[in-house]
C-alpha cells in the first residue's frame, strides 16, 4: 500500500504547503493512522527527488527551523492522474467483492 | 537511547554514506523537529539510525539514478583509514563494490537491479612494493581496487 501512502501525502499537499509533523498529523486526523517518521521522511525526500514536493526551510514559530514541503506543478499532475488510476482500481475491486458477496448470499 | 545521541549517531550514519553536511544537517534537523514536537522516542519513531540513514539516502540515489537510467547506483563512503575496514566489510556485505579509494573517501557502486548484487570481501595491504603485493594477492583471487599509498585494496567477489 506503499504507493497508496505517496498519494495520500501529495492530496495532503494539494490544499497547500505542511511540514513534517504537520502532515503526520494531518493524515492521522484522516484516519490513516500515525505514520511513522521512519516512513514519512524518506517518502518525502523520494518525492522531491523525483520532483513531485519542493521542501523550503523557514524558521518556525519558535525559532526552530522547518521544512515545509509544496505540490511542484508535476506534483499536481501526477495527483490527478494517480487520483483517476486509484479510484478505477477501487471501483473494480468494489464490483469483484460485491460479485462475491452476491455469490455467498445466493448459497 | 536519549535524543541527543540518536541524533548524533544519525549524523555519524548519514557522513559515512557519503551525505554531505548539508544533506546531513538537513536531515538531522529534520528529525530532531519532529521528535521534540511530537515528544515521540526517536527508536520507536524512526528506527536505528543506521537504518534510518540507510532508507533515506537509497530511496534518493536510486530515484537520482533512475533519472539518469544508470546501470549502477553509486556511493562514497567516509572514512579514515581507522574505521574504513570495517566500514568496506559492511559495504562489500551489502553488495558494494569499492571501485576507487580518494581522500576520505570510498567510492563504490551497486547494480541498480538488486538481482544483480554480488557481495564482496575486501583486504588492505601496506607496502611500498606495489608489484610484490600485486603478485601476491592475485595469486589468492583477489583484484586490486584502490591504491593510497602506502594502502593497497583489493577485492574479491564472495
Keep these: ?91 473494480r475491486a468494489t464490483t469483484l467483492l460485491d460479485e462475491g458477496r452476491g455469490k455467498h448470499d445466493e448459497q | 537511547m536519549n535524543n541527543e545521541s540518536y541524533l548524533s549517531e544519525l549524523a555519524g550514519s548519514l557522513q559515512m554514506r557519503g551525505a554531505n553536511s548539508a544533506r546531513t544537517s538537513e536531515a538531522v534537523a529534520e528529525v530532531e523537529n519532529h521528535l521534540s514536537e511530537s515528544g515521540e522516542d526517536p527508536m520507536e519513531a524512526f528506527g536505528p539510525p543506521d537504518e534510518y540513514a540507510e532508507q533515506l539516502l537509497l530511496r534518493e540515489e536510486r530515484r537520482a539514478d533512475e533519472a539518469a537510467d544508470a546501470r549502477w547506483v553509486e556511493r562514497t563512503f567516509r572514512a579514515t583509514a581507522f574505521g574504513e575496514m570495517r566500514v568496506l566489510e559492511d559495504a562489500g556485505r551489502q553488495g558494494w563494490e569499492l571501485t576507487d579509494v580518494g581522500y576520505y573517501a570510498l567510492n563504490c557502486r551497486r547494480p541498480r537491479d538488486l538481482e544483480a548484487v554480488r557481495r564482496w570481501e575486501y583486504s588492505r595491504r601496506v607496502s611500498a612494493d606495489h608489484q610484490a603485493v600485486l603478485e601476491d594477492m592475485s595469486a589468492l583471487g583477489w583484484e586490486p581496487c584502490g591504491l593510497w599509498l602506502p594502502f593497497h585494496y583489493f577485492k574479491r567477489s564472495l
Excluded at chain 1, 14 to 31: F, N
Excluded at chain 1, 62 to 69: E, F, I, W
Design chain 1, 1 to 91: 500500500m506503499r504507493g497508496v501512502l505517496d498519494l495520500c501525502v501529495l492530496a495532503a499537499l494539494a490544499d497547500g504547503e505542511r511540514y513534517g509533523y504537520d502532515l503526520a498529523q494531518h493524515l492521522d486526523r484522516a484516519g490513516l493512522g500515525r505514520v511513522k517518521g521512519g516512513t514519512l521522511y524518506p517518502l518525502l525526500a523520494r518525492l522531491e527527488a523525483a520532483g513531485l514536493v519542493t521542501g523550503e526551510w523557514r524558521p518556525g514559530h519558535q525559532g526552530q527551523g522547518r521544512k515545509y514541503y509544496t505540490l511542484t506543478s508535476d506534483g499536481r499532475r501526477g495527483l490527478e492522474e494517480q487520483t483517476s488510476a486509484w479510484k478505477e482500481f477501487v471501483a
